[in-house]
């Protein structure tokens, strides 16, 4: 019997943490049942502990989702000189069922889930107090619901806005098991369904977490999760006013310069919420395929071609500075060179890219004029200022030059209808292929396009 639940017995939530800025240190780990893991309030503290460490392992957000998305959706910007097989289907655009980035990514995913749920329907357990359960409630919802966005993001056609959303999403698995080696018939709920089942989950995420939260989700990782979403759905409305709720509200800042928005040990003013990384516990594939062997890496299986380079009006840019010579004589991203330090998943920047483009396609000036966003970003990195009009274009490209290599730029193009590497935005190839490992255990589950019976 395959156990999952190989967490950490972090007691120290009980004690609580004096600031934001606190690493978290991870003691050595111990596997429990799930019987076990479901007998306490103390070890349903423990069991949404490990969602967080589950989540934030290499094969989910310490890096291979982003990374899938960014080769997946990269063109002549960047090259993948790596000799692992899997990355390069994926830059290639030519992927196999049984690519170990995908199955790994997926099956991870739903472990993170299946956690998620079995948390919510043991709630009644945490008797301390109803504020504890609200938050144990709303951080395990905020959780499932960022792994339920990428599944749907990748494994999904795009959501359109304006269209009934009923092409095949991912499997809604909503009921937790104790013994999770079983097979777990289930069909694959639309799209539509899918994003339904994220947003309520951020909406009483947003209710109910509290505004600081240790190196935990907050009511504004809530809010900015949300604004991400309705963005990927076209709501430009609904994502312009929950950017500017956490612009506002949230208590972030802008690091003072760019480079020191990367890199920390520690969260950041600008961080919203990141996944945790220290010399104890904590995985980045950041650094394993983006960073030299001097900085923790394979020595730049990624590399910036002169087009990245290109995007830019003036070299001065920051940005466009935050590179270096790796161990080939490639020109690698500055934005992961220390092995230890925390994902950021969510910046501040990305909320004043959210606001601006919001406000673009809204014709509004709601917390701020576009160019005012824009400037506030371009002027932290030594940029040129812009002016008015802004179009959607301008921001999509400022996006690109600010949000690099963060796992942005595939689901960037496909929201706007703009060709992937010369295919169209919703050909079959841009989505991921279901796990052969999936395909052979539920017989319920139909492939996508493109890969087979």
């Given amino acids: 019997m395959k156990s999952l639940y190989k967490f950490s017995f972090l007691f120290i939530l009980a004690l609580g943490f004096q600031s934001c800025d606190d690493n978290l240190e991870i003691e050595p780990q111990q596997s429990i049942d799930g019987s076990t893991a479901l007998a306490s309030e103390q070890n349903i503290s ?7 460490e589950e989540s934030g392992q290499d094969v989910s957000f310490g890096g291979d989702l982003q990374i899938i998305a960014d080769l997946l959706g990269a063109s002549d910007e960047k090259s993948w000189f790596g000799t692992f097989l899997a990355p390069r289907q994926l830059i290639q655009k030519n992927i196999l069922v049984d690519n170990s980035f995908v199955s790994d990514s997926w099956a991870n995913s739903y472990e993170s889930i299946n956690q998620a749920n079995l948390i919510l329907d043991n709630l009644d357990i945490v008797t301390s107090s109803d504020d504890r359960r609200n938050v144990i409630e709303a951080e395990t919802k905020f959780l499932r619901a960022l792994n339920y ?53 951020l909406e009483t995420a947003y209710a109910n977490l509290p505004v600081t939260n240790t190196i935990f989700a907050t009511k504004y990782a809530a809010q900015a999760l949300r604004a991400r979403v309705y963005l990927q759905m076209q709501n430009y409305a609904g994502a312009r006013d929950a950017a500017n709720d956490v612009i506002v509200n949230s208590g972030a800042r802008l690091a003072p310069n760019f480079a020191s928005a990367f890199n920390n040990d520690a969260n950041s003013v600008e961080d919203l919420f990141d996944f945790q990384v220290t010399n104890q516990t904590g995985d980045s594939d950041f650094i394993t395929f983006y960073a030299s062997q001097d900085n923790g890496g394979r020595g730049g299986d990624i590399v910036l071609n002169q087009a990245y380079f290109n995007l ?16 080939y004589g490639d020109d690698l991203t500055g934005k992961y ?17 959210i606001r601006a483009e919001g406000n673009i396609m809204t014709n509004s000036n709601v917390g701020a004029s576009p160019e005012d966003d824009i400037n ?14 802004l ?4 921001i999509l490209l400022e996006r690109q030059l600010e949000l690099a290599f963060e796992g942005f730029l595939l689901h960037d193009l496909k929201r706007t209808q703009n060709d992937v590497d010369g295919l169209p935005y919703n050909d079959p190839s841009l989505v991921l292929p279901i796990p052969q490992t999936e395909m052979d255990t539920n017989n319920l589950i139909e492939q996508n396009p493109t890969y087979g019976s």
Avoid: K
């Fill in 46 to 52: 423990a069991l949404l502990l490990g969602i967080y």
């Fill in 149 to 201: 966005f990428e599944l749907v993001r990748l494994w999904g056609l795009p959501y359109e806005a304006g269209t009934t959303n009923n092409q095949p999403g991912v499997p809604l698995r909503l009921t937790g098991y104790e013994d999770y080696s079983q097979p777990l018939p289930a069909e694959r709920a639309s799209v539509e369904e899918v994003y339904a089942l994220i947003l309520s989950d």
């Fill in 312 to 327: 830019f009006d003036s070299q001065s840019d920051q940005r466009a500075q935050l590179t270096y010579i790796g161990d």
């Fill in 337 to 353: 060179t220390n092995q230890f330090a925390n994902i950021p998943l969510i910046r501040l920047a990305e909320m004043y890219l």
């Fill in 376 to 389: 506030a970003l371009r002027l932290r990195s030594g940029a040129s200022i812009v002016s008015a009009p």
């Fill in 391 to 394: 179009t959607q274009e301008d």
